[in-house]
């Protein structure tokens, strides 16, 4: 039976939690997914839309919405490339900033919640793991739990 697998488990366990998640970012103005580009940005603002999806690794019509929502809720803006016309850049703006500990603190309370449920013991091995499961993400500009070799 499926929902006797790991992979049903994991899928049911990442549900759950991007729900909770997703409840606590509406409170900040933020549709689930968006916190993934914003996380991008505040890693390295003015990245170029294809630049975006090349670290999201989702499809451009993705992420023309979401920056078009988030310009729209003023968090971002876009500028033109002053050599390149037809390429735009996109920088946080003040109110996208101020996102950033916020939302980090979502991810990391979520993080410990998670953690709570295990004996002290068993936290470490559980995040060995799952770093071992993600040990090198396909997306630039991702950090694994490890270090890749």
Not at 137 to 147: N, Y
Request: glycine share 6%.
């Amino acid at each position: 039976m499926l929902d006797e697998t790991l992979t049903y488990a994991l899928i049911k366990i990442t549900k759950v939690h991007r729900y909770r998640v997703a409840a606590e970012l509406t409170e900040l103005g933020l549709h689930v997914g968006q916190e993934m580009l914003l996380n991008q940005l505040w890693r390295e603002d003015g990245l170029s839309q294809s630049e975006l999806i090349a670290r999201l690794g989702v499809e451009p019509p993705t992420v023309t919405k979401t920056i078009q929502r988030l310009e729209r809720a003023g968090f971002v803006r876009r500028t033109p490339d002053p050599n390149r016309p037809r390429l735009s850049h996109v920088h946080l703006t003040e109110a996208g900033r101020a996102l950033q500990a916020p939302v980090e603190e979502i991810w990391e309370r979520n993080d410990r919640e998670v953690l709570a449920q295990l004996a002290p013991e068993d936290r470490a091995t559980m995040v060995r793991l799952v770093g071992q499961l993600w040990a090198c993400p396909s997306a630039e500009g991702e950090t694994p739990l490890h270090r890749c070799d």
